[in-house]
T-cell receptor, first 116, second 114 residues
């Protein structure tokens, strides 16, 4: 149990376009989902926390108008990178947590975004 | 501010040999502590976690970690590595009042040689 999927696994887009990444909890309801960004050979950096039905909370330095997060249901959160630029190229990872349990997050396999 | 340090960027170990990965943290109180493993094409997988209680924690795949408050460390160990243990390993901490906000170390790349 506790499987999290991401779609797409890889995406290449042109500069200036927007890209949507989906994160789904397949076998549990995730009241909270998290979005991370991982640069090559570096660690994961938390971008934002999203709770179902409410606005996401962004970490300092993360542009909320650039990285739009929607958590419309208990099994789906989306991250939209708007007007993408080459510097947005990165590995984006989501995780999902079960509400009320102060323990683990379950991570998706990640999405590799390349902006040309 | 809290921080997580993994001093070793890269470790090479022979198959069958023991492995120890270091993790030090800086935090105002005892945080929640985690070790994750990341393999190519797969999501991060939790190896083990420490919240409280016994300071020696057993995890999956034969891994264990020991919390040492006096040293602010949470080192990961495995007595005998297998080729399949080659991966990137991340130590992470979360505050007890914000368990969801994981802060990760820089990671340690483990290479296993025959």
């Amino acid at each position: 149990g506790a499987v999290v999927s991401q779609h797409p696994s890889r995406v290449i887009c042109k500069s200036g376009t927007s890209v949507k990444i989906e994160c789904r909890s397949l076998d549990f309801q995730a009241t909270t989902m998290f979005w991370y960004r991982q640069f090559p050979k570096q660690s994961l950096m938390l971008m934002a926390t999203s709770n179902e039905g409410s606005k996401a909370t962004y970490e300092q330095g993360v542009e909320k108008d650039k990285f739009l997060i929607n958590h419309a249901s208990l099994t789906l959160s989306t991250l939209t990178v708007t007007s993408a630029h080459p510097e947005d190229s990165s590995f984006y990872i989501c995780s999902a947590g079960r509400g009320g349990q102060a323990d683990t997050q379950y991570f998706g396999p990640g999405t590799r975004l390349t902006v040309l | 501010a809290q921080s997580v340090t993994q001093p070793d960027i890269h470790i090479t170990v022979s198959e069958g040999a023991s492995l120890e990965l270091r993790c030090n943290y800086s935090y105002g109180a005892t945080p929640y502590l985690f070790w994750y493993v990341q393999s190519p094409g797969q999501g991060l997988q939790l190896l083990l976690k420490y919240f409280s209680g016994d300071t020696l924690v057993q995890g999956i795949k034969g891994f264990e970690a020991e919390f040492k408050r006096s040293q602010s460390s949470f080192n990961l160990r495995k007595p005998s590595v297998h080729w399949s243990d080659a991966a990137e390993y991340f130590c992470a901490v979360a505050g007890t009042d914000s368990w969801g906000k994981l802060q990760f170390g820089a990671g340690t790349q483990v290479v296993v040689t025959p």
